[in-house]
């Protein structure tokens, strides 16, 4: 079993800053891409960074340049810096990757359970 578990949500001000961490175990062959998505009350999930295998990364303009996705392959980890919260931040905060458990086995999308972000104005 592939298991996703996120850490580092809480409080802060507008202006702030928090950093989470996923962290994938179990069966693992493989991680391709590495996500993190949010999904406020009343509005659907989005993404908000996504990291490849390779590094390259990418995120919507509403957190360009305030977060920062990263990833750790040795230790099958990711993280996302977020600074200068803004109060529209608020949300559940999910991690997702594309796992290949096994050897030529399929690839399939595994989430965490999710982490409460939520700043104060």
């Known amino acids: 079993q592939v298991q996703l578990v996120e850490s580092g949500g809480g409080l802060v001000q507008a202006g702030g800053s928090l950093r989470l961490s996923c962290a994938a175990s179990?069966?693992?062959?493989?991680?391709?891409?590495m996500s993190w998505y949010r999904q406020a009350p009343g509005k659907q999930r989005e993404l908000v960074a996504v990291?490849?295998?390779?590094?390259?990364?990418n995120y919507p303009d509403s957190v360009l340049g305030r977060f920062t996705i990263s990833r750790d392959n040795a230790k099958n980890t990711a993280a996302l810096q977020m600074n200068s919260l803004k109060p529209e931040d608020t949300a559940v905060y999910y991690c997702?990757?594309?796992?290949?458990?096994?050897?030529?086995?399929?690839?399939?999308?595994?989430w965490g359970q999710g982490t409460q972000v939520t700043v104060s104005s």
């Open positions: 997702a990757a594309k796992i290949q458990a096994v050897v030529l086995g399929r690839v399939d999308v595994y």
């Open positions: 179990g069966n693992i062959f493989n991680i391709y891409a």
């Open positions: 990291v490849t295998s390779g590094g390259s990364t």
